[in-house]
């Protein structure tokens, strides 16, 4: 079955560090990658996307993301994180854009301030 | 533009009841799902509707009934609760049919089946 791996449950890091957060699939075929955020007492909002073309896609609020085919691989990553970024951080796929999108479990992020 | 909104936010329910968990979009977005969440897991998707009078099951269907009379509401039905229904639901919506649009989500409802 497809599934959809995130590395981390809770990301504790302080300000001004760097970031990565780890997102891996299973499915050889064509996908869409999505990651989400949903900052607290918000709703669920898309950081960023990749369909095609450049593997390496920028989001809002300083986010990015590589897709590495290679590696069925689409982490986020961020160079110096703040306070605000304090957050659940969601990867998705869609595999061959069905209607159906495949969900990370979610990754929890507190930075210190 | 509301988005999509949910109601109710909060609901307790004993086993056996039945309710509705109402959504609406004021997008005119044609696709709109709903969502599980439980701890540990990612979403999964319960049903989904690309336009009105359209559905279909998504990956955990069963206990859930949806239907789809306007493009703006897509209520979802628990037809008799279950413990196993406690989680938090999300509604979404998106304009393109199918998941590879950006989906925009409503607040959630927390239901606890007793």
């Known amino acids: 079955a497809q599934s959809v791996s995130q590395h981390n449950h809770h990301v504790i890091l302080s300000e001004a560090a760097s970031l990565e957060l780890g997102c891996n699939y299973s499915?050889?075929?064509?996908?869409?990658l999505f990651w989400y955020v949903q900052y607290p007492g918000q709703h669920l909002q898309l950081l960023l996307k990749?369909?095609?073309?450049d593997p390496l896609v920028k989001g809002i609020k300083g986010f990015e993301a590589e897709f590495i085919k290679s590696k069925f691989s689409f982490n986020l990553r961020k160079p110096s994180v703040q306070w605000s970024d304090t957050a659940e951080y969601f990867c998705?796929?869609?595999?061959?854009?069905?209607?159906?999108?495949?969900w990370g479990a979610g990754t929890k992020l507190i930075i210190k301030p | 533009n509301a988005g999509v909104t949910q109601t109710p936010k909060f609901q307790v329910l004993k086993t056996g009841q039945s309710m509705t968990l109402q959504c609406a979009q004021d997008?005119?977005?044609?696709?709109m799902s709903w969502y599980r969440q439980d701890p540990g897991m990612g979403l999964r998707l319960i049903h989904y509707?690309?336009?009105?009078?359209?559905?279909d099951q998504g990956e955990v269907p069963n206990g859930y009934n949806v239907s789809r009379s306007t493009t703006e509401d897509f209520p979802l039905r628990l037809l008799s609760a279950a413990p196993s229904q406690t989680s938090v639901y999300f509604c979404?919506?998106?304009?393109?049919?199918?998941?590879?649009?950006?989906?925009?989500f409503g607040p959630g409802t927390r239901l606890t089946v007793l």
């Open positions: 979404a919506s998106s304009y393109e049919t199918g998941s590879a649009d950006t989906q925009y």
């Open positions: 997008m005119n977005h044609e696709y």
């Open positions: 509707s690309v336009g009105a009078g359209i559905t």
């Open positions: 499915y050889g075929g064509t996908v869409n």
């Open positions: 990749y369909f095609s073309g």
């Open positions: 998705a796929v869609n595999p061959d854009s069905n209607y159906q999108l495949i």
